[in-house]
């Protein structure tokens, strides 16, 4: 699976957009952009996913450059409970057991009051 | 939170015992995963389940078993803890035919 790179960190002011880049250079054909993120303690949550065009559901919205080398994950009004570490990850659908994803360190969202 | 639960939620155990991470759920899915969470490491996964009684082994599988003998429910042990398996434990299942995973609220074991 292709590798993909974030900022270490990004602060956002509560109730603007948070704009999350991700690289993806390497990026083929069949693999999809997938977004989760991880709340202080608790176990990784998945945001969304896409595999060329952009995706939106009640969490947030994913955009895709056209060739697909990167992503941007919007959350379009941050509230303080989406401080979190947010992870991109590349990973073709395996359809089964096989799937392995790879969480990097992500990019620590910040938003402040 | 896709009917998961993990038990126990916190444990202390002394270096050379055994010790069992339960993974209950309760939607039926069929692929269930146990990862491990480290400063520095990120989530790497341990071992994962296709179905009852098929298991294969992850990234970091050294140290660890597991053991599915009813689809609900998905048990990691140590059995015999050292102090490099104090972590966080994170147990997942995979909805649907995509990688869509959703976790667990996690265990956290420290080994001395």
């Known amino acids: 699976d292709a590798k993909t790179t974030q900022p270490t960190s990004m602060d956002c002011a509560e109730g603007r957009a948070a704009n999350l880049p991700c690289n993806h250079s390497t990026i083929s054909g069949n693999e999809y952009v997938y977004w989760y993120r991880q709340i202080h303690s608790q176990g990784p949550q998945y945001i969304i996913h896409?595999?060329?065009n952009n995706e939106t559901n009640e969490m947030a919205s994913l955009i895709i450059t056209e060739d697909r080398k990167s992503s941007t994950l919007i959350l379009p009004h941050a509230t303080l409970r989406d401080t979190a570490v947010y992870y991109c990850i590349v990973s073709r659908n395996y359809g089964g057991s096989q799937g392995n994803l790879i969480f990097g360190k992500g990019t620590k969202l910040s938003v402040k009051p | 939170d896709a009917g998961i639960t993990q038990s126990p939620r916190h444990k202390v155990t002394e270096t050379g015992t055994p010790v069992t991470l339960r993974c209950h759920q309760t939607?039926?899915?069929?692929?269930m995963y146990w990862y491990r969470q480290d400063p520095g490491h990120g989530l790497r996964l341990i071992h994962y389940?296709?179905?009852?009684?098929?298991?294969d082994k992850g990234e970091v599988s050294d140290g660890y078993s597991v053991s599915r003998s009813k689809t609900e429910d998905f048990l990691l042990t140590l059995e015999s803890a050292t102090s490099s398996q104090t972590s966080v434990y994170f147990c997942a299942i995979k909805s649907g035919a995509n990688e869509k995973l959703f976790f667990g609220s996690g265990t956290q074991l420290s080994v001395l």
């Open positions: 389940s296709y179905g009852v009684k098929d298991t």
């Open positions: 939607e039926n899915h069929r692929y």
């Open positions: 896409g595999l060329k």
